[in-house]
T-cell receptor, first 113, second 115 residues
Framework: DSGVTQTPKHLITATGQRVTLRCSPR?????VYWYQQSLDQGLQFLIQ???????AKGNILERFSAQQFPDLHSELNLSSLELGDSALYFC????????????FGPGTRLLVL | QQQVKQSPQSLIVQKGGIPIINCAYE??????FPWYQQFPGKGPALLIA?????SEKKEGRFTISFNKSAKQFSLHIMDSQPGDSATYFC??????????????FGKGTKLSVKP
């Protein structure tokens, strides 16, 4: 158990809908990262927050957005969902903002029908 | 230049064998090279990591070999066990890269260790 929690574990929704994924980092970790894992693309970095501020941006679509709250938990919002958004979404956390030693949560499996 | 190329895609070995997974990179600014292990239904877990100032690092049965001039690094699993069956990902990052220093992952290697 990495200490990173993610909810929900599974999510099934329809195209065009909007969903919110939630992540709580390990106690003491200030940085949160979001990744998308699909069979063909592997693990793709989406976005990083450090102590409430956006720190780095990867291959995140404009339909996706995230934020980190004062209690350091983070939410990833996915809107106008398409079939191709079906994937595993992982949250990771680290103590600092240098992106090393990241601890991954168990993931949220999103299925868009 | 931001890619990390990992091979093989899959690997089957007998118990006790030494699977070797290789990764190559182009960006010479990378200065941190971790390996992650992922079991089905779980998130990736950090296994071992190396910096380019050393050529080898061992942690238990897991060894990273690093060749800076060739821009390659590899993971060796000594005395492999069926419990090592998982997907392994290499990654690289530039700690001084600031906002561009995110981890770049290889595509993964699915390892199966037969009893």
């Amino acid at each position: 158990d990495s200490g990173v929690t993610q909810t929900p574990k599974h999510l099934i929704t329809a195209t065009g809908q909007r969903v919110t994924l939630r992540c709580s980092p390990r106690s003491g970790d200030l940085s949160v990262y979001w990744y998308q894992q699909s069979l063909d693309q592997g693990l793709q970095f989406l976005i990083q927050y450090y102590n409430g501020e956006e720190r780095a941006k990867g291959n995140i679509l404009e339909r996706f957005s995230a934020q980190q709250f004062p209690d350091l938990h983070s939410e990833l919002n996915l809107s106008s969902l398409e079939l191709g958004d079906s994937a595993l979404y992982f949250c990771a956390s680290s103590v600092d903002g240098f992106q090393e030693t990241q601890y991954f949560g168990p993931g949220t499996r999103l299925l868009v029908l | 230049q931001q890619q990390v190329k990992q091979s093989p895609q899959s690997l089957i070995v007998q118990k006790g064998g030494i699977p070797i997974i290789n990764c190559a990179y182009e960006n010479t600014a990378f200065d941190y090279f971790p390996w992650y292990q992922q079991f089905p239904g779980k998130g990736p877990a950090l296994l071992i990591a190396i910096r380019p100032d050393v050529s080898e690092k061992k942690e238990g049965r897991f060894t990273i070999s690093f060749n800076k001039s060739a821009k390659q690094f590899s993971l060796h699993i000594m005395d492999s066990q069926p419990g090592d069956s998982a997907t392994y990902f290499c990654a690289a990052s530039n700690r001084r890269g600031g906002s561009q220093g995110n981890l770049i992952f290889g595509k993964g290697t699915k390892l199966s260790v037969k009893p």
